[in-house]
Antibody, heavy 119, light 112 residues
Framework: QITLKESGPTLVKPTQTLTLTCTFS??????????VAWIRQPPGKALEWLAL???????RYRPSLRSRLTITKDTSKNQVVLTMTNMDPVDTATYYC???????????WGQGTLVTVSS | QSALTQPASVSGSPGQSITISCTGT?????????VSWYQQHPGKAPKLMIY???NRPSGVSNRFSGSKSANTASLTISGLQAEDEADYYC????????????FGTGTKVTVL
């Protein structure tokens, strides 16, 4: 059974750095074709892909946020970490960690964590 | 990498069929048979309903079906039920060297 769970702060101040951790079980991020991605959803708005890390450590980022995002993995801990610098109120959203297979299929989602950016 | 275009809302009566469109370009929807559809109820994480254009994951009702023609993918819900009222998002593989996937703008389905 595949599960993913996001953890991190629920409130950050503008200009601060957000660090979110995804802890997963039921699969290995060393298996060919597997990826873990971060997706966010501002309140009342659509889903957005943010970043993706593959089993072979290939990393991909949303072009408009590339300078602010870093995604890393720790296969020994079954964790993926996303950092986003210089947070702004427009970054207020629910952030999801997901299990991604080839072709972009996301069969498993974390419960999501709402991050609010406010002073 | 622009979002795929979906109608903001679609509605239907119980028992009817509805179709949600997802329009992209030859670089995404039209270029690959990798379109997925997700259902999201309020306050919940999305759920995969269709993958690879027309495949249903185990456990998803056969009232949900997917198709594609040129640069437009479609999700059809037949025998509409009250529980189908939710937001629906499409997603397509793009093959981009940056981020390889793109979501649609989302569609609110209302059961009248």
């Amino acid at each position: 059974q595949i599960t993913l769970k996001e953890s991190g702060p629920t409130l950050v101040k503008p200009t601060q750095t957000l660090t979110l951790t995804c802890t997963f079980s039921g699969f290995s991020l060393t298996t060919s074709g597997v990826g873990v991605a971060w997706i966010r959803q501002p309140p009342g708005k659509a889903l957005e892909w943010l970043a993706l890390i593959y089993w072979d450590d290939d990393k991909r980022y949303r072009p408009s946020l590339r300078s602010r995002l870093t995604i890393t993995k720790d296969t020994s801990k079954n964790q993926v970490v996303l950092t986003m610098t210089n947070m702004d109120p427009v970054d207020t959203a629910t952030y999801y960690c997901v299990h991604r297979l080839g072709g972009g299929r996301v069969g498993f989602w974390g419960q999501g964590t709402l991050v609010t950016v406010s002073s | 990498q622009s979002a795929l275009t979906q109608p903001a809302s679609v509605s239907g009566s119980p028992g009817q069929s509805i179709t949600i469109s997802c329009t992209g370009t030859s670089s995404d929807v039209g270029g690959y048979d990798y379109v997925s559809w997700y259902q999201q109820h309020p306050g919940k994480a999305p759920k995969l309903m269709i993958y690879d254009v027309s495949n249903r994951p185990s456990g998803v009702s056969n009232r949900f079906s997917g198709s594609k023609s040129a640069n437009t993918a479609s999700l059809t819900i037949s025998g509409l039920q009250a529980e189908d009222e939710a937001d629906y998002y499409c997603s397509s593989y793009t093959g981009s060297s940056t981020l390889p996937d793109v979501f649609g703008t989302g569609t609110k389905v209302t059961v009248l």
